[in-house]
């Protein structure tokens, strides 16, 4: 496995995103669905989504959270539904690993904007593939070098907080969720790293 890459030798990889089933929620039901599933994983990944700002020192609250299980992908949509006490309780669940790049901030910023909880058993690969030696990280970089496959960043800067996202938006962020969550996995079955 590699642990260097170059934007020219990621842009030779052939693109790949989640193919999967990805279930939006957003209501009360499909919320309580939605956790009796995520609590029966051990590993899961996670990423969150803001709408963009144009203007200096104006901040949009987390409009996403994407939560990937074994099968299928969760799309929390915060601005319609808050943050679901229960997916809270998944945060600070020690059982459950979730995985993500950058996800130590996105805790902080669900902490802040919505409700306070302790995250537990989070494990950033920004900071795990750095004490693995890694020369690049983020997930565009990441997904190179461990799974081989590039994914397209297009849809990061559009409407998180649209009525209705369109498909191209919901595999965009169904695919960051689930590469945290394959190249946590690939690291964890590798020869090459102890951790």
């Not at 802040?112 to 020369?135: A, E, G, M, T």
């Not at 983020?138 to 496959?149: K, P, Q, T």
Request: proline letters at 2%; hydrophobic letters at 40%; one cysteine or more.
């Amino acid at each position: 496995m590699i642990t260097e890459i170059t934007k020219a030798q990621i842009n030779e990889l052939p693109l790949d995103k989640f193919e999967g089933e990805i279930v939006i929620v957003d209501s009360a039901q499909k919320i309580t669905d939605a956790l009796i599933d995520i609590e029966h994983e051990n590993i899961i990944g996670v990423d969150t989504e803001t709408k963009p700002t144009f203007k200096k020192g104006a901040l949009n609250k987390t409009a996403l959270v994407q939560i990937a299980t074994r099968n299928k992908v969760y799309l929390f949509r915060l601005n319609k539904i808050g943050l679901p006490f229960e997916l809270a309780r998944v945060f600070e669940n020690s059982k459950i690993q979730k995985i993500g790049i950058a996800v130590i901030q996105d805790m902080k910023e669900l902490n802040d904007q919505y409700r306070p909880f302790k995250h537990n058993n989070v494990i950033d690969l920004n900071i795990l593939c750095k004490s693995l030696d890694f020369k690049n990280i983020g997930a565009r970089n990441l997904s190179g070098m461990v799974l081989g496959f590039r994914i397209s960043k297009r849809q990061q800067t559009s409407n998180w907080e649209a009525q209705t996202l369109n498909e191209a938006q919901l595999r965009y962020a169904a695919t960051d969720a689930w590469v945290a969550r394959e190249i946590y996995l690939k690291l964890y079955h590798s020869e090459q790293f102890n951790f």
